[in-house]
T-cell receptor, first 113, second 111 residues
């Protein structure tokens, strides 16, 4: 099935460092979503972006909806050990494609204390 | 408020059997969608229901089916299980198709 191109695949960083990850697509999306998944659990919504060019923050997290509507990035500032997990981007095409999110492959984040 | 509840959390089935998974959405959410998550394919969309009607379906064989009840609770069924159906099955609910909230999933193992 179709997936978004998410990079990097994994990151090993020191506590306190900033993190950046991004997603690109050949298709246009009406909404970009960023999720975090812990082992054995479902994805938890971190940030939702609804307009091209939109820049949204949620605490130490900042995400942007690309102008072309084909990309998005997520930044995490001053990482802490509980940031460990798998981060997924997801695109929602909107219109009649109800609930049909397309996900990236995920970025595995490891934070060393 | 209560989140999305999926039952059971874990399930072991034998090849050829069928299985039914249940999802209770957040109160007031009428859209329920289902996803399959595997290490090889990642998160793949199965189908979406709204007011008891399937509005969208992903690229899965007909062995995968679902339904939604009048109280918005949803079930998905997989018949004639194959080893490759082993996966984490996730349900998400939404209000007006924005901000999908996922449950913890059902881990299905087919042996």
């Amino acid at each position: 099935g179709q997936q978004l191109n998410q990079s990097p695949q994994s990151m090993f960083i020191q506590e306190g460092e900033d993190v950046s990850m991004n997603c690109t697509s050949s298709s246009i999306f009406n909404t970009w979503l960023w999720y975090k998944q812990d082992p054995g659990e479902g994805p938890v919504l971190l940030i939702a972006l609804y307009k091209a060019g939109e820049l949204t923050s949620n605490g130490r997290l900042t995400a942007q909806f690309g102008i072309t509507r084909k990309d998005s990035f997520l930044n995490i500032s001053a990482s802490i050990p509980s940031d460990v997990g798998i981060y997924f981007c997801a695109g929602d095409p909107g219109g009649t494609s109800y609930g049909k999110l397309t996900f990236g492959q995920g970025t595995i984040l490891t934070v060393h204390p | 408020k209560a989140g999305v509840t999926q039952t059971p959390r874990y399930l072991i089935k034998t090849r050829g059997q069928q299985v039914t998974l249940s999802c209770s959405p957040i109160s007031g959410h009428r859209s329920v969608s289902w996803y399959q998550q595997t290490p090889g394919q990642g998160l793949q969309f199965l189908f979406e229901y709204f007011s008891e009607t399937q509005r969208n379906k992903g690229n899965f064989p007909g062995r995968f089916s679902g339904r939604q009840f009048s109280n918005s609770r949803s079930e998905m069924n997989v018949s004639t299980l194959e080893l490759g159906d082993s996966a984490l099955y996730l349900c998400a609910s939404s209000l007006d198709t924005q901000g999908y909230t996922f449950g913890s999933g059902t881990r299905l193992t087919v042996v």
